[in-house]
């Protein structure tokens, strides 16, 4: 996560390419509240970066929203909702809510 945080966008961008969110969705799938934790964290960190890369470039898409949903992220992430624990639960529904369009319910 650190490298997500404190690192630059060519250095994200790079770690993207090099199949960074292909571990990070292999790795939502884990029933350890603590490692989906961080992983949650590092998402939505890779989704800020590609946000900044898309305006800076004028990209209509933030590529790093499409290589996760390319790879299965989005329904992993959306089952997560129903993760029992609550800080899982939050982190999965800030991306959804900041980065997805949400159905209503009727």
Same mark, same amino acid.
């Given at each position: 996560?650190? @490298?997500?945080?404190?690192?630059?966008? @060519?250095? &994200? @961008?790079?770690?993207? +390419?090099?199949?960074?969110? *292909? $571990?990070? &969705?292999?790795?939502? *799938?884990? #029933?350890?509240? *603590?490692?989906?934790?961080? &992983?949650?964290?590092?998402?939505?960190?890779?989704? =800020?970066?590609?946000?900044? %890369?898309?305006? +800076?470039? =004028? $990209?209509?898409?933030?590529?790093?929203?499409? *290589?996760?949903?390319? #790879?299965?992220?989005?329904?992993?992430?959306? #089952?997560?909702?129903?993760?029992?624990?609550?800080? &899982?639960?939050? #982190? @999965?529904?800030?991306?959804?809510?900041?980065? %997805? +369009?949400?159905?209503?319910?009727?």
């Amino acid at each position: 996560m650190n @490298a997500t945080q404190k690192g630059s966008l @060519a250095q &994200v @961008a790079k770690m993207v +390419e090099n199949g960074l969110l *292909e $571990c990070l &969705v292999f790795l939502l *799938e884990s #029933k350890d509240a *603590e490692v989906l934790d961080v &992983v949650l964290r590092t998402i939505w960190q890779i989704l =800020n970066w590609g946000a900044i %890369f898309a305006r +800076e470039n =004028n $990209c209509e898409e933030n590529p790093f929203l499409l *290589e996760l949903d390319n #790879k299965g992220g989005v329904t992993l992430i959306e #089952k997560l909702q129903s993760h029992p624990n609550n800080d &899982v639960y939050m #982190k @999965a529904l800030r991306i959804l809510e900041e980065y %997805f +369009e949400l159905e209503t319910p009727f």
